[in-house]
């Protein structure tokens, strides 16, 4: 059974932040809900919500990253910043399905078209996306210093 997050969780900024990276319908047409990397995050706080726990059940295999819609990508910047703040830098202790990890993996399909891996350490991970995608790294750590 997954245990509740102990150190808390903003569901609303990232609620706030999905709803900024929603293309909505007038764009997509209908909602594909789970099968979007945003409606399937949004799918991830709304179950929270309902009952908080630290880990969402098979939440990383179950990322539709086959989803091809262009987001904003200076809203999944922003998002990943402010996601990478709720992060606790768990290091060896890191969960792949903890709710933050899988959160932010949906917005990295969005902004860089697959999961980026992370290892339980903010730094770490934003040193590699500098080396890897030095444009968008300036953003995001513009964004996570504010």
Same mark, same amino acid.
């Given at each position: 059974?997954?245990?509740?997050?102990?150190?808390?969780?903003?569901d609303? $900024?990232?609620?706030?932040? =999905?709803?900024?990276? #929603?293309?909505?319908?007038?764009?997509?047409?209908? #909602?594909?809900?789970?099968? #979007?990397?945003?409606?399937?995050?949004?799918? @991830?706080?709304?179950?929270?919500?309902?009952? &908080?726990?630290?880990?969402? &059940?098979?939440?990383?295999?179950? +990322? &539709?990253t086959?989803?091809?819609?262009?987001?904003?990508?200076?809203? =999944?910047?922003?998002?990943?910043?402010?996601?990478?703040?709720? @992060?606790?830098? @768990?290091?060896? !202790?890191?969960?792949?399905?903890?709710? +933050?990890?899988?959160?932010?993996? #949906?917005?990295?399909?969005?902004?860089?078209? !697959?999961?980026q891996?992370?290892?339980?350490?903010?730094?770490?991970?934003?040193?590699? $996306?500098?080396?890897?995608? &030095?444009?968008?790294?300036?953003?995001?750590?513009?964004?996570?210093?504010?």
């Open positions: 059974m997954a245990e509740a997050h102990k150190k808390g969780f903003n609303k $900024l990232v609620e706030n932040d =999905l709803e900024n990276c #929603c293309r909505s319908e007038a764009v997509c047409g209908q #909602c594909q809900n789970e099968a #979007c990397i945003i409606g399937f995050a949004k799918q @991830c706080v709304k179950d929270y919500q309902n009952e &908080p726990k630290k880990e969402v &059940p098979n939440g990383v295999e179950r +990322i &539709p086959m989803d091809c819609k262009v987001f904003e990508q200076v809203d =999944l910047e922003i998002a990943i910043a402010h996601i990478l703040k709720e @992060c606790k830098d @768990c290091k060896e !202790d890191h969960v792949e399905n903890c709710i +933050i990890n899988v959160i932010r993996n #949906c917005y990295e399909v969005g902004l860089f078209g !697959d999961v891996p992370y290892e339980g350490s903010t730094l770490q991970y934003v040193m590699r $996306l500098k080396s890897d995608f &030095p444009d968008r790294s300036v953003q995001i750590a513009e964004a996570y210093r504010s």
